[in-house]
């Protein structure tokens, strides 16, 4: 009995590598797995050590679990002694974390969808961790590296084909915006893949275990989030050419700036940097894009102030 709330089987009674445990559990506590959030226990208790050894914590640092469900991974990061602040959607899985860890000092859950309570956070973490759901997995990393602060390590469970989008190269077909911003931002690569057989409910696709490490030489808060617009504009129109994107999205951010002008001050830019007007955005490096952004940004800024 925890607040008032029932949990009918206690934490050491979850067997979270058996199947037939969790679904009893579920059951006993009036819970289903909801396909809709992308529900599915990793009943693989080796793929969860190797994910908790991939986080190297120490004990006291401040931990955020994203989609923690009934807390098969929770329960190992408690026992390392971490702070750890869980953030879950489903309101039926909240009660059951509540009644299971909530007498522990170092654990405190937040309701709710992550995406609109990540913002109301006051202590940054040191690490952030979770399995993603494919349909938001792009838009909470993003909200993450777009964030005031970074933490130093966040590993992520996804989609092997969301996970392969994230480190795809330039001229690649899965190359993208989220390619380009998580490569400027942080140092990101696959550390291992798990099959659908390591989850219950089995999923029909392969997932990745997926590793980001902020660079050392970073960009302000303020800067990532405009350079993660920027990149979203420039890929947004993948037919069009390099400096048609360009253009419009000068002046979009401009409108006072004449048509002649932005031609000329873009042909000026790119010429110094050696780049093809000509070609797509796909084709450039972050690094490269990066070196756009900032000669463009510099430019807009300065037509502003005048």
């Not at 579920?26 to 050590?49: E, H, M, P």
């Not at 690490?127 to 997995?137: D, E, K, Q, T, V």
């Not at 001050?265 to 900032?294: H, K, N, Q, W």
């Amino acid at each position: 009995m925890n607040g008032g709330l029932t949990i009918s089987m206690s934490q050491n009674e979850i067997n979270y590598d058996s199947p037939a445990s969790i679904q009893a559990f579920l059951v006993q506590n009036g819970l289903a797995v909801s396909k809709r959030l992308g529900q599915n226990f990793l009943i693989d208790r080796s793929v969860r050590s190797r994910i908790v050894k991939a986080l190297e914590v120490e004990e006291g640092m401040h931990v955020w679990e994203i989609g923690p469900g009934i807390g098969a991974m929770t329960t190992l990061l408690l026992d390392e002694g971490v702070r750890l602040s869980a953030f879950e959607i489903d309101y039926g899985f909240v009660r059951v974390l509540e009644g299971l860890f909530s007498a522990n000092e170092n654990f405190s859950i937040i309701k709710g969808d992550v995406l609109k309570t990540l913002c109301s956070q006051k202590e940054p973490p040191e690490r952030i961790f979770g399995n993603l759901p494919y349909n938001s997995a792009f838009a909470i990393i993003s909200y993450i590296l777009e964030m005031e602060f970074l933490p130093q390590r966040m590993i992520f469970t996804l989609q092997k084909e969301a996970a392969q989008r994230m480190v795809a190269g330039p001229g690649t077909k899965d190359y993208s915006s989220l390619s380009v911003f998580c490569a400027s931002v942080c140092d990101v690569r696959i550390l291992f893949d798990i099959g659908s057989s390591a989850f219950w409910p089995r999923p029909r696709v392969t997932s990745s275990v997926v590793q980001l490490i902020p660079k050392k030489k970073s960009m302000s808060a303020s800067e990532r989030k405009d350079f993660s617009d920027f990149v979203r504009a420039v890929f947004s129109s993948r037919r069009k050419t390099l400096r048609n994107t360009l253009r419009f999205w000068m002046k979009q951010r401009s409108p006072s700036l004449r048509e002649e002008e932005i031609d000329t001050r873009l042909r000026a830019i790119l010429e110094e940097l050696l780049i093809d007007p000509s070609i797509r955005a796909e084709v450039l490096t972050p690094d490269e894009l990066f070196a756009v952004y900032r000669q463009l940004h510099a430019l807009l800024a300065s037509s502003t102030s005048c």
